[in-house]
């Protein structure tokens, strides 16, 4: 990833006038290394930052809240291969348009799990991170520290399909093969009670904070099933009838949509693991149907259409 | 755990055109066929929402039944393709979860299939006894 | 009073009193407040708890009453005698910031009624967490406020110190289990001072209510919550927070009637009936919450709302920091 290049191509855009604001990175305060940052001024190209460390999906700012502004300012934004994946997606389902945005993508070997690293490191001693081939060079205050990527990487990029984003107006970077290889999954080889007992005790440490859906870029209903009066799927109380329900409809309304990028298991506080649901749905989508999320903007959507031959093999 | 003398509660939502008409036929033929069903008209299979199927689960009914016309014979052209795809899916999601998706099922039943009809309550009351009463996520009120 | 209690007799202690016990548990990665039945399921080296122990007094949801079509049974506040274990301080700390709030206009019973029938156990903090910032707010790793009870870990032993006379009570019902203390306490001080200068997250909040009361149109707030998810990490994960909404929840003609946490970061909060909503966007979700926290709460209460815990910094997933707000915005 080349951070120079990144900040030369923001600050033109942003004194030109070509966009408005850029949705990009800095450096985070608090042990996760970056954030999330959004800036309008050219001066503060210099503040973002492209590091191992800058996990978060941007895309889901495009669809945070409906639009309001009616002059609609164009927006440039990072994208990283999966980003990029949740981003056509929403092309696909017209969240955005496409002629608003700059996309600025970034091919990607890996982002770095904050906890597995400060495992090896302590977070508050280090001052640079560096990539070279299979390892990161963590320099310290008290020296260097090789780490191989395999250990600190998240799970998600240790299986990624799609680490060079498929659409951009700038490329950041030189392109980076797929890792390969399939995720591994807690529940394989359960049985129906095992896995009832498995996902139960998961649903149940479930508080309802919602970071799940407001950290995926396609959790942009306007009324989102879990919140809806009208009718009411999911009441208030918080308890594992209600925590399943919401878990349900949200890998139901991920099938075929989610861009695997692994944004709703980070931010769950209680460690629900988010990502082997969505994944399996994703891939029950693509031997089922054949159909892969956030590939092609042109594409119906999975539930939008239907083959009159689609397999029926469930109806006994 | 099963009981064999537990009479499942299965929430049928049968449509317009077809299944429904075709259960009315199974009514009218004197065919006898278990009591264990509860029927929902829609006009059609494509209108059913999944989560309609997952809060009868959750509303405590044991067994949930799908019933619309024979593809390319949607009264409403497609309606029941798309029907399709989503009750492919639900019924996956509730397996990987646990949830035997034997309680979920889906049917093709035409206007003129009454004794069709009974066959398919005959048979989903009977997994679905095996299965036993929903207990696993059933609502607390 | 300082009394010392080894490990080894926690067991005996928790049998003996036959109080229902909660404890720090680590499940998987996490860390929650569970009861539990003996001291060896006990994590005496977490940090913190996700979730905080508020839920104890204050539960996600809580049944007031149930009703069928013909009559209304109104639960009783429970009664049965409770022992938070290993609480820390900044949470102990917390309750004694809630106490006014459920006591004042009306006196909640079902909290109460928890709270008077639970001991408080604290366990102080060797080691703080990476953005624990209790000492800015009055508090510090070894802080008895709000507490029965306060234990230091000593490997084998605890050191036991009593603050209120309950505690104190607590240890000369069971003097048999505990034995004097010799030269625990130097040590125990030497720990204090060690976890104190650990802390590395300072924020100045002298005059903060004070200079809030001037930044209400501030355009300062449109950048602060730029890059916030509007999820509820925060509220629900903050000791202090206590907001609520009650719920009927109906079948027919049976039903209860519930209480459930809410959070000001849920635009349905403010949301009116006819579709308007005065707090339209984040930007003022967040202001509304750092405003209740910093400035309505002390007016109210005399307190800030806020123990320094951190763990809204740690969970945010986007990485926002209340430490780096507080400074920004006592900073204008």
């Not at chain 1, 320099?139 to 260097?144: P, S």
């Not at chain 3, 001037?214 to 890059?227: G, I, R, S």
Request: proline share 6%; net charge negative; glycine share 8%.
């Amino acid at each position: 990833m080349d951070e120079e290049k990144m900040r030369d191509t923001v600050r033109d855009l942003l004194s030109t006038g070509k966009v408005a604001s850029v949705i990009g990175y800095e450096k985070g305060e608090l042990g996760q290394g970056a954030r999330p940052c959004i800036i309008t001024s050219p001066d503060d190209a210099d503040r973002l930052i492209l590091t191992p460390m800058c996990k978060h999906n941007l895309t889901v700012y495009l669809t945070l809240e409906p639009p309001t502004d009616p002059e609609k300012k164009k927006v440039a934004l990072i994208v990283k291969g999966c980003d990029a994946r949740a981003l056509i997606q929403v092309l696909q389902e017209r969240g955005v348009e496409r002629d608003d945005l700059v996309i600025l993508g970034v091919p990607c070997t890996g982002m770095i799990e904050p906890d597995k690293l400060y495992q090896e490191v302590i977070e508050d001693d280090i001052l640079e991170i560096s990539e070279d081939g299979d390892t990161f060079i963590i320099k310290t205050r008290d020296g260097e520290q090789t780490l191989k990527k395999e250990d600190v990487l998240f799970d998600e990029c240790l299986t990624c399909t799609y680490p060079t984003p498929l659409m951009a107006d700038v490329m950041l970077g030189e392109p980076v093969e797929p890792r390969g290889g399939e995720a591994s999954d807690p529940t394989e080889g359960m049985s129906a009670e095992e896995r009832w007992a498995f996902w139960s005790d998961k649903f149940s440490k479930c508080i309802r904070c919602f970071a799940c859906r407001q950290a995926c870029p396609l959790c942009f209903c306007e009324v989102c099933a879990g919140d809806s009066l009208k009718p009411n799927w999911v009441k208030r109380s918080v308890n594992l009838s209600e925590n399943t329900m919401w878990h349900f409809i949200r890998a139901f309304h991920h099938a075929g949509r989610c861009a695997e990028c692994g944004a709703c298991e980070r931010a769950c506080p209680v460690g629900i693991p988010l990502m082997t649901l969505n994944k399996r749905m994703a891939r029950e989508a693509e031997d089922i149907f054949g159909y892969s999320s956030g590939t092609d903007p042109e594409a119906k959507p999975l539930l939008g259409s239907f083959k009159t031959d689609d397999e029926e093999d469930f109806i006994q | 755990m099963a009981e064999d003398d537990f009479e499942p509660k299965i929430v049928a939502f049968l449509c317009n055109w077809c299944s429904y008409a075709g259960a009315d036929l199974t009514g009218t033929s004197r065919i006898q066929y278990p009591p264990s069903v509860r029927v929902v008209r829609v006009m059609c299979s494509g209108r059913i929402n999944p989560l309609l199927v997952l809060h009868a689960l959750q509303q405590g009914a044991d067994g949930v039944l799908i019933s619309g016309c024979h593809p390319g014979d949607c009264h409403y052209i497609q309606g029941n393709y798309f029907a399709r795809r989503r009750m492919n899916l639900i019924t996956r999601l509730l397996e990987y979860v646990g949830i035997d998706s034997g309680r979920v099922q889906m049917s093709w039943v035409s206007a003129s299939e009454g004794p069709k009809f009974a066959d398919v309550i005959k048979k989903v009351t009977e997994d679905v006894r095996k299965l036993g009463p929903n207990e696993q996520f059933v609502r607390e009120v | 009073m300082d009394a010392v209690l080894k490990k080894d007799r926690l067991d005996e202690l928790i049998t003996k009193l036959g109080y229902e016990v909660i404890a720090p548990v680590r499940k998987g990665t996490t860390v929650s407040f569970e009861t539990v039945s003996k001291a060896s399921d006990i994590a005496w080296d977490y940090a913190n708890s996700v979730v905080p122990p508020k839920k104890i007094f204050f539960p996600q949801t809580e049944e007031l009453f149930a009703f069928d079509g013909k009559t209304i049974a109104e639960r009783t506040p429970e009664t049965i005698k409770r022992m938070v274990l290993g609480i820390r301080p900044c949470d102990a700390r917390s309750f004694a910031i809630l106490d006014p709030l459920f006591t004042k206009d009306f006196k909640d019973p079902y909290y109460i009624r928890r709270r008077e029938n639970t001991v408080l156990v604290g366990l102080a903090c060797a080691i703080p967490g990476r953005n624990c910032f209790c000492t800015s707010l009055g508090a510090g790793p070894f802080d008895t406020t709000g507490l029965d009870l306060l234990l230091v870990d000593m490997g084998d032993r605890f050191l036991v110190r009593s603050v209120t006379e309950k505690g104190k009570t607590l240890l000369t019902e069971n003097e048999e289990l505990f034995e004097e203390a010799t030269d625990e306490a130097g040590t125990a001080d030497e720990i204090r001072e060690r976890a104190e200068s650990a802390i590395k997250r300072t924020v100045d909040v002298s005059g903060l209510p004070e200079k809030l009361k001037t930044l209400f149109d501030h355009p300062v707030w449109e950048d602060m919550a730029q890059t916030c998810l509007g999820c509820y990490n925060c509220t629900y994960l903050c000791p202090t927070c206590h907001c609520f909404d009650i719920q009927d929840e109906v079948r027919g003609r049976k039903g209860r009637r519930i209480r459930v946490w809410d959070s000001c970061s849920n635009p349905e909060y403010t949301l009116h009936g006819s579709g308007y909503n005065p707090r339209p966007g984040r930007k003022n979700r967040m202001r509304n919450r750092i405003l209740h926290k910093y400035q309505y709460y002390p007016d109210n209460f005399g307190v800030i709302a806020c123990v320094g815990c951190g763990r809204c910094a740690s969970n945010c997933p986007v990485g926002l920091s209340i430490v780096e707000e507080l400074s920004t915005l006592g900073g204008i």
